[in-house]
């Protein structure tokens, strides 16, 4: 374990951040991370728990607790706090091929499951995985290592977020040849175009495909499978075919008024965002800027609020976040105990910036969207919020949110980002790849497989289970990569 008396002599320490009117003026990282010395301190105060939540990966109360990968926490906790760097790192990379990743977009569920935690301050295990593998790059252990030897097998792996890296690592890894199609021009799915810059630097996921280029995975993009290149074709192709191809169809809001000019889907409107950023720095103008203008958020998850960062760094006049659901409690509620993950209340970064610049939190809860309003020429020019409450539905017996009658009111509106989630894979997806998809629109497989109807077809990630985080994914395309292994040689190590 980290040092016995660790947890009692050092309080929590998580890395800084530039103050929020400051760090709005770009789209760079804004965190400020602790020194190996400070973040040894951290790893000292992890406690060895007899039973570890931290990396448990368990479903609790419908929810998941711990981390899904698995990650072996006080260990790689124990080998930062004696300074074993390389240790640390060959201990992490055995459950997570993406470190770098992980520990700038997880909302740590491994900390909210930690014992420590339920009695003070958890142990700040993202930073802690964030110092490992940055100093994996610094030292240079986090080079490349190609497979000594090749099995002649030829496996595609269809789109590149981390469901699909993750099946193409462990693949390359085994020694199959792993070829990654990717429709857009760059390389990272929802980790480059999905996630803002300030949360994930796309030159970290650039450092990181350059290494696996290195050990030998094939990139190949502006290639949409099923459009530019059929897939009976990849199927007699390639001996395997993998199907990571996210789950982009979002869901709508059909209010009167849908129509109108200056409502996009929030995916489309950070992508846009994210790609001007990258190609010329915004000078193209090909992106839907905010500046000046009133913008409605719909949605309360990290799409929403990323949307919400986002508009604030344009120069947004106004910013208002709608969100369904009651405001959850400050602190944990009796029905929701340790180590189930807390319901409580959230203020991310985009909202922080929201209170600096505007003097009040953006969000409008138990609330949604009744009318869009348009001007002659079709222009957004307004939206009608509406109140809602909870009812029990005597039908199913589950409660639902309903409106309450008069409590319309009319804000301005310019610019509105629907970040209500997604639906599952996208149509043409399933039509191209005469998948077969369950009740919630993601494409169906055989029971306890990974394999799709189709023959030597399997799929992962959001894919396959719905919209997810990027552990989640990360998991699928390694139990993916597994299955795949296994139909190939008769037996997988992976």
């Known amino acids: 374990m980290g040092k016995a008396t660790g947890f009692l002599e050092y309080e929590r320490e998580c890395a800084g951040e530039i103050a929020p009117k400051e760090r709005i003026k770009n789209f760079n990282e804004f965190h400020t991370f602790l020194s190996k010395e400070e973040q040894r301190k951290q790893g000292a105060r992890c406690m060895a728990c007899g039973v570890p939540f931290c990396q448990s990966g368990m479903t609790i109360g419908g929810m998941t607790s711990g981390c899904p990968l698995n990650n072996l926490v006080p260990e790689f906790n124990d080998l930062v706090y004696t300074g074993n760097w390389l240790q640390a790192y060959n201990r992490l990379k055995k459950t997570n091929n993406f470190p770098e990743f992980t520990s700038r977009v997880c909302p740590a569920l ?24 940055e100093t994996a790059y610094e030292e240079g252990y986090a080079c490349a290592k190609p497979p000594k030897v090749r ?26 040849n792993v070829t990654v199609f990717e429709r857009d021009d760059r390389l990272g799915g929802l980790l480059m175009y999905g996630i803002p810059n300030m949360k994930l630097e796309k030159q970290v996921i650039d450092r990181k495909i350059n290494v696996m280029k290195e050990e030998g995975v094939e990139f190949k993009t502006g290639v949409n499978v099923g459009v530019d290149v059929n897939i009976k074709d990849l199927l ?78 344009q120069g947004a006049k106004s910013v208002v976040q709608v969100e369904m659901m009651p405001a959850p409690p400050v602190e944990r509620a009796a029905n929701n105990p340790w180590p189930e993950w807390p319901k409580v209340l959230k203020t991310d970064y985009g909202q922080e910036e929201a209170i600096a610049v505007f003097g009040h939190d953006p969000r409008v809860y138990e609330s949604t969207v009744k009318e869009f309003h348009k001007d002659k020429k079709g222009n957004l020019t307004a939206v009608t919020l509406v109140k809602l409450k909870r009812e029990m539905d005597e039908k199913t017996g589950r ?47 055989k029971e306890g497989s ?45």
Not at 402 to 430: H, M, N, Q, R, W
């Open 236 to 313: 007699k192709s390639y001996d395997r075919v993998i199907m990571c191809c996210g789950a982009k169809k979002a869901r709508d809001i059909t209010a009167p008024g849908r129509e109108a000019k200056g409502i996009y889907f929030a995916v489309d409107y950070l992508s846009r965002n994210t790609k001007s950023l990258l190609d010329s720095n915004f000078a193209d103008g090909n992106y839907v800027s905010a500046k000046d203008k009133n913008v409605v958020v719909i949605g309360g998850g990290d799409t929403g609020n990323d949307c919400v960062g986002t508009a604030i760094r």
């Open 399 to 445: 409660f639902k949110m309903v409106t309450v009658d008069g409590s319309e009111k009319k804000i301005p509106a310019d610019l509105v980002l629907i970040a209500a989630g997604f639906v599952g894979t996208e149509d043409y997806v399933v039509k191209n790849f005469k998948v077969s998809t369950t009740e919630r629109g993601n494409v169906a497989t």
């Open 151 to 176: 099995s002649g097998k030829k496996v595609a792996v269809i789109g590149s977020g981390p469901s699909g890296l993750a099946a193409a690592d462990q693949l390359n890894q085994r020694g199959h």
């Open 450 to 494: 990974y394999e799709t109807k189709v023959p030597n077809l399997y799929v992962a990630g959001d894919n396959r289970r719905g919209q997810s985080l990027v552990v989640w994914a990360i998991r699928e395309g390694r139990e993916v990569a597994k299955e795949v292994d296994k139909s190939l040689m008769g037996y997988s190590y992976l």
């Open 110 to 133: 491994c900390e909210k499951a930690c014992t420590c935690g339920h009695w003070g301050e958890s142990v700040t295990v993202r930073d802690n995985e964030h110092g490992i593998i």
